[in-house]
Nanobody
Framework: QVQLVESGGGLVQPGGSLRLSCTAS????????MSWYRQAPGKARELVAV???????NYADSVKGRFTISRDNVKNTVYLQMNDLKPEDTAVYYC?????WGQGTQVTVSS
């Protein structure tokens, strides 16, 4: 079965950086599009970034130029490098692939 395990969240000051990781198992990782979503309190879950099988990428307008999604098909892992973090980036971040979801990792941006 699909398993996705996120890590790397935490508390960071505005302007800081974090790198999230999501390790996948239970499917042929290299053949699937992988995505990062986030959900802030009281808000709907929203798409943050997508990476295709050929490593093409797309980003939400709110994170363009600050976040970078990447993948390692040997380690079955997708990453989200987040720079210049803002308080509005505070949310639970979820990994998505082959219709499955991870448990989420909390990112809090606060001084």
């Amino acid at each position: 079965q699909v398993q996705l395990v996120e890590s790397g969240g935490g508390l960071v000051q505005p302007g800081g950086s974090l790198r999230l990781s999501c390790t996948a198992s239970g499917f042929t990782f290299r053949t699937y599009v992988m995505s990062w979503y986030r959900q802030a309190p009281g808000k709907a879950r929203e798409l943050v970034a997508v990476i295709g099988v050929g490593s093409s990428t797309n980003y939400a307008d709110s994170v363009k130029g600050r976040f970078t999604i990447s993948r390692d098909n040997v380690k079955n892992t997708v990453y989200l490098q987040m720079n210049d973090l803002k308080p509005e980036d505070t949310a639970v971040y979820y990994c998505n692939g082959k219709g499955g979801w991870g448990q989420g990792t909390q990112v809090t941006v606060s001084s």
